[in-house]
């Protein structure tokens, strides 16, 4: 997927609002989790959201989305923004985002995709990073929900 930052999407700093990266994030990983899944899905959570370098009006940004690791209704996909300046041909690595998508049916209940299978080392590696995270994620919401009550 490829934007251009146009004056609405800017602030003050005549950067581009950290909502609209996050807006751009979602649709590029809810794409890509429905092209996966062949179904619809709904965004459960953003995790490890990173902004790198500012993007600057008149940028274009490139955004590059993977299904890194799948569960039985849920996947991890990995989303990469890269900055374009007008006036440079190279791109850099300006925010990275990891969101989980579940699949849902036509009545809204989650449903079962397949699974991913990894075949690069780039893409196991990646596979593996995603069962980390979710690790954590689980971890962290036992810990809440304890802490809670």
């Known amino acids: ?5 146009l004056p609405p999407d800017t602030n003050h700093h005549g950067t581009v609002f950290g909502g609209r990266v996050l807006q ?6 809810a794409i890509s989790a429905r092209r996966h899944s062949k179904s619809k899905v709904v965004t459960a959570s953003i995790d490890d959201m990173h902004f790198l370098i500012p993007i600057g009006l008149g ?7 993977s299904v890194n690791y ?3 209704t849920s996947m991890e996909v990995g989303v990469r923004i890269e900055r374009e300046p007008p006036t440079c041909d190279s791109r850099e ?3 990275t985002a990891y969101l989980t998508f579940v699949a849902i049916d036509d009545e809204g209940r989650p449903m079962d995709i397949p699974p991913v299978r990894p075949e690069t080392d780039e893409e196991k590696r990646r596979y593996r990073d995603a069962e980390t995270r979710r690790t954590f994620r689980l971890q962290r919401r036992r810990l809440l929900k304890e802490r809670r009550g």
């Not at 997927?1 to 930052?5: D, F």
């Not at 940028?59 to 989305?65: E, G, K, Q, S, Y």
């Open 1 to 5: 997927m490829t934007e251009m930052v």
């Open 24 to 29: 751009w994030i979602d649709i590029a990983g």
């Open 59 to 65: 940028d274009t940004v490139v955004i590059r989305a």
């Open 70 to 72: 799948t569960h039985r």
């Open 93 to 95: 690595h300006a925010a």
